[in-house]
């Protein structure tokens, strides 16, 4: 028999609210300055992966992976970062996602505890521009871990400032790489968006107004 479920632990863009798109800019902004054009195509494979994993990407893509120093590379993220602070300045939370408020109120009146796992190193301050920060227990992200997903510990790390084991966790993720990082964790993983990135995912939704906790704990049950 399954463990019982202690607690939820969240992945922020694509779950909580939707800054993928602010992400996007701030990056294609960075590529332009760098003559390294990219599409929103090749953007689906920064989701969920660190700052300085991205910045990697888009530099191998644009074949300029040994073009900068250490040094430069940081400051070429640090730029990146100013672009994407200017544009959440306006987060609000008319930004929340569909049906979140009404997930985290099931899974607080259930006495569940509940985390974040995020892999923006903003996380903190764009959770309290959305006025969410006191259903949250503990928030970790991507500033206090040295390892970006898909590798587990950015969800370790939460169960742990949880204090629960991660065979009772649940992980709500959007991203290929979060869903590989929820199981390499022990947990147990739901997926919100498409089957055709998501079918790895224990249990899927669509979107986020789906999310249910009484039908996520029964799936579980038939594992």
Known sequence: MAPTIEAVIFDLDGVITDTAEYHYLAWKQLGEDLDIPFDREFNETLKGVSRMDSLERILALGGKQNAFSEDEKLALAAKKNEHY?????????????????????????????????????????????????????????????????????????????????????????????????????GMYAVGVGPESALHEADYRVDSTDLLSLEQILASRSLV
């Open 85 to 185: 602070v200017t544009l959440i300045q306006h987060i609000s939370e008319q930004d929340l996602l569909p049906g979140i408020t009404a997930f985290l109120d099931e899974i607080r009146n259930a006495g569940l505890k509940i985390g974040m796992a995020s892999a923006s190193k903003n996380a903190l301050m764009v959770v309290e521009a959305l006025k969410v920060r006191h259903y949250f227990d503990d928030i970790v992200d991507a500033a206090t871990v040295a390892q970006s997903k898909p590798h587990p510990e950015v969800f370790l790390r939460a169960a742990e400032a949880l204090d629960v084991e991660p065979s009772r966790c649940i992980g709500v993720e959007d991203a290929t790489a979060g869903i590989t990082a929820i199981h390499a964790a």
